[in-house]
């Protein structure tokens, strides 16, 4: 009924941790690899060992997006929740995902919640059940969604490639997958649920250290709207302005954000 969709390259094989086997979970992973990955270790790694729920592929060359959408092809479950090789599942998520569908039937996206390693939350936490719009999906994590496979394969719907780790825009990929399965009419709802921890993030949170990141944001808007500079975009840029003004890069981000190139 629900497979986890785990992306993982190289060496972080190793870090997955999978919960006891349970009736009707499956794990997909999607094991990434560059060229000179050394694989001699594979065999002793106990993650693919003695496991009956467990779907092994490997996937040459890098990019989490590509990843995910490899991992998504392979599901033959109703249901399937995104996840990295770092995530720690909570003792009753799985059935807090399949109710969650259940209970909500019309739902084609469920998001959820997680936390740190330490169990705190993430700011500004979403710890109530709504629909979600076209800003409200701005905070959502990849590794927080759930997804109706069905809905997705009916309107051709993945991630958009360009976009993620291990590429030139290294984020937002998420954001524009939500933005292209809200645009297709998939109803899209929030759950209260905390049923991961996941290391306290870096990668969302830094969005101005180099100029691949910037341009993301950037190129991420415009992905969405169709707008070289459009009114999300500039609202992101006024909220973010104080980060960017402590953080010395006003004149950086300024620049390269809003480049019409």
């Known amino acids: 009924m629900l497979t986890f969709v785990i992306s993982t390259l190289n060496d972080g094989l190793s870090n997955i941790q999978l919960p006891p086997e349970k009736p009707n979970v499956w794990y997909t992973i999607v094991h990434q690899y560059t060229k000179d990955y050394d694989f001699s270790g594979l065999e002793a790694n106990p993650v693919l060992k003695s496991r009956n729920d467990l779907n092994y592929y490997e996937l040459q060359g890098k990019g989490l997006s590509k990843s995910r959408n490899y991992g998504l092809s392979k599901v033959r479950t109703r249901y399937c929740y995104i996840l990295d090789d770092d995530?720690?599942?909570?003792?009753?998520?799985?059935?807090?995902?399949?109710?969650?569908?259940?209970?909500?039937?019309?739902?084609?996206?469920?998001?959820?919640?997680?936390?740190?390693?330490?169990?705190?939350?993430?700011?500004?936490?979403?710890?109530?059940?709504?629909?979600?719009?076209?800003?409200?999906?701005?905070?959502?994590?990849?590794?927080?969604?759930?997804?109706?496979?069905?809905?997705l394969r009916k309107h051709n719907l993945l991630f958009d490639s360009a976009f993620g780790l291990g590429t030139d825009l290294p984020s937002g990929e998420e954001f524009i997958f939500l933005s292209d399965c809200l645009k297709s009419g998939l109803i899209v709802l929030n759950s209260a649920a905390v049923i991961t921890s996941h290391p306290q993030e870096a990668s969302g949170i830094d969005f101005v250290s180099n100029r691949e990141k910037i341009l993301a944001k950037r190129e991420m808007f415009k992905r969405v709207t169709g707008k070289k500079i459009s009114m999300m975009m500039v609202l992101f840029y006024i909220k973010k302005l104080p980060s960017i003004i402590s953080r010395n890069k006003f004149r950086t981000f300024t620049k390269t954000y809003f480049s019409l190139r």
Do not use: P, W, Y
């Not at 399949?98 to 330490?118: L, P, R, W």
């Not at 701005?138 to 997804?147: E, F, K, L, N, Y």
């Open 87 to 151: 995530i720690a599942l909570m003792e009753h998520a799985q059935e807090e995902v399949i109710a969650a569908f259940e209970k909500n039937i019309n739902a084609d996206i469920i998001t959820f919640q997680h936390s740190d390693e330490f169990g705190k939350l993430k700011k500004n936490a979403r710890l109530k059940a709504f629909f979600h719009n076209k800003f409200t999906i701005a905070r959502v994590a990849s590794i927080d969604i759930a997804i109706k496979v069905d809905s």
